[in-house]
């Protein structure tokens, strides 16, 4: 079942068409590794398909529903989709605890006004905490936390919302071997509960491990998708990839 | 004795406007320059009031909120449209627009001459013409603005208050409508400010628009920076400093003439010195 359907998207900025015509489908409970040299158009891709951005031309369908992303910033959280960003943006002037306790908010402003403290979600937010091992830094502003750290909140982020699709931009960019791990567990996590996930990412061993089919751009374009394993092993992606020059080395 | 109870009085004036101020920029990361504005409109209104009919206090500082409330949606609004930084300037156009108003709308305000004679409030049988009766009126109301804005910071919605100053683009994204939280505050704030500015008004028996001008504004935010962004306590403690500080110039023998405008030059060096070494105020949790 389609959980994504991207048709002939386009995006230019300035002279450059960053995304050009762009088709893809990504399926229910799959895991997508979304992959490309830098600037071939894959965070935008992202940030169209999340309202960061304005759609130029083409349509985006989320559980056939026809996203209207004409303005920018969609609200993602009413199309079940939950992100994390290259450079993770959290609420550094707040709590590593309050990151994690905005997501499960009430939304209304009536409603917000009147909830204080919810078990509900204390007990939530402790048990996502827990699960990526910041639950002992949760009085910690969140700026305080180191670079990786700060990506695993933006993950926690992620699991607290309990969203049909989760993006992750670079998940494993700047962590460690054990951070790694702990991140490529949780994103197999939500496999096995249901979720879609779109994986951006350059290390190509984390996609060949986690991935279902992989989805190649280069200049804008959507190049080869696949099995991981086949499509990563071809000569003209990785020519693309790491430069014929260096591939042929 | 008296004089204490004059800067006590003073003192929860100022604080109920510096809270209000900081839970829009605190809180929100908003700042406003038309708080003077509604500290005005709730003077006037009361002065109005309590000057030509028999109104009650109360009721003057509930008609004067109720005035408040539509017109702070309104001028919330026009705000709104534009960035953070350009809401600060608009907020400025905005509290110079009202002075202008306060000034030239002379049939109801009395223009530059302003109103007199505004009466102090017999509440409950007590008389609050005494001036340590007066004090105990205005802790009371500094007390219950003091705790609404603690309960306030502590729901859901201050939550959310704070992820649009940290990141409102990403607090959008996760569905909340931005908007109408922002519009909310301000809304409530401008009814804190126009509560102060009956306090005022009953308290010093006479208004003009000098009082409501930019430079309010600019004191407003200075009580809001000195104390701490983000804290209530460190607005009551900016307050303190504010309220005492021209006293103590008075003091050391400076004559009163220029202890105005030595305070605003102090105020200004304090504030850049603030910014420069400690952003966050004096019991601050947030950096501008």
Not at chain 1, 82 to 111: A, G, W
């Amino acid at each position: 079942m389609t959980m994504i359907k991207i048709h002939n998207l386009r995006k230019r900025f300035g002279r450059a068409d960053v995304v050009n015509n762009f088709s893809a489908e990504i399926f229910k409970n799959t895991i997508v590794g979304f992959v490309g040299p830098n600037g071939s158009g894959k965070s935008t891709v992202i940030n169209l398909l999340t309202g960061v951005e304005t759609i130029d031309h083409g349509d985006i369908y989320i559980s056939d529903i026809l996203v209207k992303n004409k303005k920018k910033l969609i609200n993602n959280y009413s199309f079940n989709i939950s992100r994390t960003y290259q450079d993770p943006r959290i609420f550094d002037q707040m709590s590593v605890l309050e990151n994690v306790l905005i997501v499960l908010n009430k939304r209304k402003v009536l409603s917000s006004f009147f909830e204080t403290k919810k078990p509900f979600n204390s007990s939530k937010v402790e048990e996502v905490l827990r699960k990526v091992d910041l639950w002992g830094k949760r009085s910690a502003l969140a700026g305080d936390l180191s670079y990786g750290q700060r990506k695993i909140l933006e993950f926690a982020r992620v699991l607290a919302m309990d969203t049909r699709i989760c993006i992750f931009d670079e998940p494993f960019a700047g962590l460690f071997a054990e951070m790694k791990l702990i991140v490529s567990e949780l994103i197999l996590d939500l496999k096995a509960s249901g979720k879609t996930v779109v994986l951006i990412e350059h290390d190509m061993d984390q996609i060949v491990k986690l991935a279902d089919y992989v989805l190649v751009m280069n200049a804008g374009k959507l190049i080869a998708k696949g099995k991981p394993s086949k499509i990563l092993s071809r000569n003209d992606i990785l020519d693309i990839y790491i430069g014929k020059d260096l591939h042929e080395k | 004795m008296e004089y204490l109870i004059h800067l006590a009085i003073l003192l929860s004036i100022y604080a109920i406007l510096g809270i209000s101020l900081n839970l829009l920029l605190g809180y929100t990361g908003l700042i406003s320059l038309t708080h003077a504005s509604f500290f005005g409109m709730g003077a006037y209104v009361t002065a109005l009031l309590l000057v030509h009919t028999k109104t009650s206090f109360l009721l003057s500082v509930l008609l004067g909120v109720i005035l408040v409330m539509p017109i702070s949606t309104f001028l919330g609004m026009i705000s709104d449209q534009f960035n953070k930084n350009d809401y600060m300037l608009v907020s400025l156009g905005l509290n110079v627009i009202i002075f202008g108003l306060f000034n030239n709308l002379s049939n109801l305000t009395n223009g530059a001459l302003g109103i007199s004679g505004i009466p102090r409030p017999v509440l409950f049988n007590i008389d609050f013409s005494s001036n340590s009766n007066y004090l105990l009126l205005a802790l009371v109301l500094l007390l219950l603005i003091y705790l609404f804005s603690h309960y306030i910071v502590r729901t859901s919605f201050g939550r959310v208050l704070k992820t649009i100053r940290e990141d409102e683009n990403v607090s959008k994204s996760f569905g909340f409508n931005t908007r109408y939280y922002k519009l909310v505050i301000f809304v409530i704030t401008a009814s804190m400010a126009a509560v102060s500015g009956s306090l005022y008004a009953s308290y010093f028996s006479y208004i003009d628009p000098s009082s409501f001008s930019v430079t309010t504004s600019m004191l407003i935010l200075s009580i809001t920076i000195i104390g701490g962004l983000a804290s209530l306590p460190g607005t009551l403690i900016g307050t303190l400093f504010f309220i005492l500080f021209p006293e103590l110039l008075r003091f050391v023998g400076i004559p009163s003439e220029e202890v105005f405008q030595l305070r605003q030059l102090m105020f200004g060096l304090i504030i850049v010195l603030l910014m420069m070494h400690r952003p966050q105020g004096f019991m601050g949790k947030y950096k501008l």
